[in-house]
């Protein structure tokens, strides 16, 4: 599963420029409700993809069904119980993982936004972090994570440093331009080596 993942992620950053109207110059912040939009994307996006999952498992169970020898691994031969522990193994696992990792990564970003009066993170910039973690699937999502980390600490240092030489007020470096050009960097790197 390549293309799919992909596509949400192309499509959600394509969304997140307009939505912030960082593509023209306008912000559009103040006619529509971003955070509801972004919570949305990402249930949409979950459901897609668990939905996908599903929807393989019921290819391969056509697969096993119509071969004479996989038919053993099926009912009336085998338990059901086989079939879902291939199913999810093969299908929904390394997803239900990057979930988990993305929905603890929503709710420690807010966790420490709120304690830093929003110090860190855009509000939306919370449900792009957690999409992108869920759409790389276990284990790029981890990759995924130092990737960003990486450029974000490059990046606040070579802001800082920029702003110190030519005497601007620094503020902080903003995270929204990189949740997801890194995660569909790190998507298509992670599909060529493997």
Avoid at 180 to 189: F, G, S, T
Wanted: aromatic share 22%.
């Amino acid at each position: 599963m390549f293309y799919l993942p992909l596509g949400i992620l192309v499509l959600t950053e394509a969304a997140s420029l307009y939505l912030k109207g960082r593509c023209f110059g306008i912000d559009r912040s103040e006619t529509t409700n971003n955070i509801r939009i972004y919570k949305y994307l990402f249930l949409f996006s979950v459901i897609l993809i668990l939905g996908w999952a599903c929807f393989q498992s019921y290819q391969q169970y056509q697969i096993f069904s119509a071969s004479p020898i996989s038919k053993f691994f099926l009912p009336p031969h085998q338990s059901i119980a086989y079939f879902l522990k291939y199913s999810f193994t093969h299908f929904f696992k390394n997803y239900l993982i990057s979930l988990g990792a993305g929905l603890l990564f929503l709710w420690l970003a807010n966790l420490l936004n709120h304690r830093y009066q929003k110090r860190f993170f855009e509000e939306e910039e919370l449900y792009l972090g957690a999409l992108a973690i869920f759409i790389m699937g276990q284990p790029l999502w981890m990759i995924y994570f130092i990737a960003v980390m990486s450029v974000g600490v490059l990046g606040t240092l070579f802001f800082h440093v920029s702003c110190f030489m030519f005497h601007v007020s620094s503020r902080r470096f903003p995270f929204y331009y990189l949740w997801l050009p890194v995660a569909i960097l790190v998507l298509i790197i992670g599909k060529i080596l493997v």
